[in-house]
C-alpha cells in the first residue's frame, strides 16, 4: 500500500482538477457564446501546451513500423471522447451545479471502470462485478443524488 500512496494522490488531484477546469470551460462557454468554441480553444491551448511539455522533455518519436501497429481506435477514440467530454462537462456544468456534474461524471466513470474490470477490456485485468462492488458503486450513485436533492 505504501506505494501506491504518490499514484493515489496523483489521481486525487487529477479529479480535483474537474471542477476546476468545467468552471473555467464552462465560463469561457458562456462567454463565448458556445460550448463548442469553448471545447476548441481548450484543445488549441492542451495542444500548445502539451507541444511546449514535449520539447522540453524530448521523448524518442517512435519509428513508421511502431506508429502503424497502433490500433486505429487508440489514435481516435481519445480524442473524439475527450472533445465529447469537454462539451458535455461544459453543456450540463450549468444545469446541474459543479457537486452534480462531478458527481454524475465520477458515477459515470466507476460504472465503465467496473465493466472494463469485469471484462478484461482494453488489456485490463479482470476483476469480476460482484455484490460488494455492486453495493460500492449503488452507494456513491445514492450519495449523489442526495448531494444534487439537498
Known sequence: ???LIFP???AFAAGAFVPIQTGA???LGKNLGSGMLSTLVVFVVATL???LFIAFQRPTIPNITQLSAIPLYAWVTGGILGAAYI???IYTAPKLGM??????VVSGQLI???LFDHFGWMGFEQHSINW???LGALLLITGVLIIKKY
Open 1 to 3: 500500500m505504501k506505494q
Open 112 to 114: 465503465a471502470a467496473m
Open 87 to 89: 462539451y458535455l462537462l
Open 8 to 10: 493515489i494522490l496523483l
Open 49 to 51: 501546451s502539451t507541444a
Open 132 to 134: 460488494k462492488r455492486f
Open 99 to 104: 457537486a452534480g456534474v462531478v458527481g454524475f
Open 25 to 27: 470551460n464552462a465560463l
